[in-house]
């Protein structure tokens, strides 16, 4: 544009092939040239993150979803997913990098146990294989998940010891009230069942008073108008409190932001104090009470 152009580079004497850091200042116009090794192999790139591809993450190569990189620990990538069931149960795979399918490295299982192309996993760790059609070697491969093991997993892929580590996160819900407490951005999670989904239990003890609200759930964490709240479908006791026995109890699931919210409890009875089991199905929305002692 100029026209002042010079077609030049800078080269290297005669046996003195190496890996050379090369520092250029733009602003003095200054090249800086250092030796670091007579070693002449290319170093491999620097990886910024990886991709995913797959039901979890999308399908496209060229603008796939990046993983985050571990602040702590180099190489190491991490996504939180939805993982669903199908048929075809193609979840996720990896690339290096974004670009045309058949000009990126992929990270895939080193075998495969379902469709002759998905690798069935639950919480664990697996090994990867690295393969591209540059290389020759590509499999169109992917991880897939057990039916019926829906839900959120955390992925963890280290590209150094080439293994994929899956973990399910484990979903809770939490009680508020007299029995746990009544920050709603910091309460008690009730523990899941590890036999029936959506199944969670709180042993608690409940101490009778006036007022009496002893206990209602709640399905996150969070502000007293940004999360959903399970309360009984009916009080009797205060205009708020639903008193219970043992026995089950149905429950209303409500919230400020559905605009149908009701600062409902469930209390006991006068005398009878104790230590009682929870359990709350969030699928039914079913409350089972069981006295301890």
Known sequence: MTGDLRDHFWGIPEGSDGTYRITVNVKKLKLALEKISDETEEPEPE???????GSAFGWDSGSATGLVPDPLYANVYKAEVNLV???ENKQFKFILEKGDWDKVNYLVPESVDYNGNVKIVTPGEYPMFKCSEMEGNLRDHFWGIPE???????????TETMILKVEKVVKTI???GTAFGWDSGNPTGLIPSPDEEDTYTAEVDL?????????KFCLEKGDWDKVNYLVPE????NENVK???PGEYPMFKCSEMEGNLRDHFWGIPEGSDGKYKLTVNTKTLKLKVEKIN
């Not at 101490?207 to 206990?215: A, H, I, V």
């Open 234 to 237: 009916s009080v009797d006791y």
């Open 207 to 215: 101490n009778y008073s006036d007022e009496n609200k002893q206990f």
């Open 85 to 87: 069931y199908s048929e």
């Open 243 to 245: 008193i219970v026995t």
């Open 174 to 176: 939490y009680g508020l």
């Open 148 to 158: 019926g093991a829906d839900g959120k997993y955390i992925l963890t892929v280290n």
């Open 47 to 53: 990886i910024k993150t990886i991709y995913g591809l």
